[in-house]
């Protein structure tokens, strides 16, 4: 595709319920990223896969999040046992696997835990 | 610990001057920074990358500077205009290609 897709692009739930976040990058970048954003605030790395290996997962905030790769395409973030601090929106992004390369974001699924 | 600062306090000029905004960062030695624009419900989006031997670039009415002995980033709008109002964020590779942002600064320009 043109660009980085994410969906859904809103997304309520109810406390306790797992959700799963997908993530298209475009074509040929094999990089990716996930990151944490909420109201207000920065984005929060969460996790970087290059091809589908994750070789750094330390922004993870707990076991309840959990993140893959099908090859070098679609990613998903899944979220288990959904708790309200975990109400933010998620941005993907994926870039080039070389230096001094820029890299594209998503829209962001937005995520609400009522 | 490493960190990246930018200015948390919202910077509000009038339209036509030069917004400055600047980034700090700790314990990191960067190849290279980047700064992203983000507007409200939207990704950030790419504005400009300066490498570790670069001491400026420039971009239309884009400056940014790097200075790696302090450890400091300066991005500078010139004649400023009120579509320039968005969150700017300063990011960096902090190992392999783990990129990190800052939590940005929010820039309002009057008309």
Known sequence: GAG????????????????????????????LYWYRQRLGQGLEFLIYFQGNSAPDKSGLPSDRFSAERTGESVST???????????????????????YTEAFFGQGTRLTVV | SQKIEQNSEALNIQEGKTA????????????????????????PVF?????ENEKEK?????????????????????????????TYLCALVAGGFKTIFGAGTRLFVKA
Request: positive net charge; proline residues 6%.
């Open chain 2, 20 to 43: 400055t905004l600047t980034c700090n960062y700790t314990n990191y030695s960067p190849a290279y920074l980047q700064w992203y624009r983000q507007d409200p419900g939207r990704g």
């Open chain 2, 47 to 51: 504005l400009l990358l300066i490498r």
């Open chain 2, 58 to 86: 420039r971009k239309e009415r884009l400056k940014v500077t790097f200075d790696t002995t302090l450890k400091q980033s300066l991005f500078h709008i010139t004649a400023s205009q009120p579509a320039d109002s968005a």
């Open chain 1, 77 to 99: 973030l899944t979220i288990q046992r959904t708790q309200q601090e975990d109400s933010a929106v998620y941005l993907c992004a994926s870039s080039l696997p070389t230096e």
């Open chain 1, 4 to 31: 980085v897709s994410q969906s859904p692009s809103n997304k309520v739930t109810e406390k306790g319920k797992d959700v799963e976040l997908r993530c298209d990058p475009i074509s040929g970048h094999t990089a």
